[in-house]
């Protein structure tokens, strides 16, 4: 199996929610928190939200949202009377500074990995048009030939469009690249159904769709010489 190109999501594959400005803001409405239970939370309310997906709901829809973050500070004990507060707050914070501002620090040298094995990457996220700056903010920027932003491009995954215009900027057939996100039917579906191959992030390894799955990013450069190997 030939692959030319990998293209990724971006939140909850390459940037991730800053824990560090979440959980204050959790212990301020009664909610103590800690790391390992914060990540479990969110891997809960992110399955929901997968759900959602599932069921016709788009990702980026404003009460799909809502939803996720309500469910993801019920999952780390926020008290029934203050999600509304925490989500308020949050909302307010993510509009000064967005909430997916952490980055693994084995990612860059993953991605440094991988273009050195020959591939181009690329981004597509569905975002709020502040992706590039969020990903130029996290200093990887340059590891990119562009960074597909669905509210600046009018469509967003999991419609195959977005994926194939990727694929066209680049100059190569849909089966010509891989696509890396987190979401099955907003990622992995919508990647398969353009003509990509596809791989899912499960960081707790306790997902079970029919695809290909990986810890993270630095486990990528691996994965790829596996699949270069494939019939």
Excluded at 33 to 47: D, H, I, Q
Excluded at 123 to 130: E, F, H, L, M
Excluded at 200 to 207: A, E, H, I, Q, W
Aim: hydrophobic content about 40%; glycine content about 8%.
């Amino acid at each position: 199996m030939t692959m030319k190109a990998i293209l990724f999501d971006a939140g909850n594959t390459l940037v991730f929610i800053d824990s560090s400005v979440v959980l204050p803001i959790l212990e301020e409405h009664g909610a103590h928190v800690e790391e390992a239970r914060f990540r479990e939370a969110e891997f809960s309310a992110r399955r929901k939200l997968t759900r959602r997906v599932e069921e016709g709901a788009w990702g980026t829809e404003n009460h799909i949202w809502k939803e996720y973050f309500a469910n993801l500070f019920r999952f780390a004990g926020v008290p029934e009377e203050s999600v509304d507060a925490v989500g308020e707050r949050i909302r307010e914070v993510h509009e000064e500074r967005h909430l997916w501002s952490y980055m693994d620090p084995a990612t860059p040298g993953a991605l440094d990995r991988l273009d050195e094995a020959g591939y181009r990457m690329a981004i597509i996220s569905n975002a709020d048009g502040r992706v590039e700056r969020l990903i130029e903010d996290a200093g990887i920027r340059d590891r990119f030939e562009f960074v597909m932003d669905s509210e600046l491009e009018g469509v967003e995954k999991p419609d195959p469009e977005i994926f194939l215009r990727a694929c066209r900027r680049m100059g190569l057939k849909p089966g010509e690249s891989l696509y890396v996100g987190d979401l099955y039917g907003v990622d992995v579906v919508g990647a398969r159904n353009a003509g990509l191959e596809a791989v899912l992030l499960d960081p707790l390894g306790r997902l079970d769709y029919p695809v290909d799955r990986i810890r993270d990013v630095s486990a990528l450069p691996a994965y790829m010489e596996q699949l270069s190997h494939r019939p």
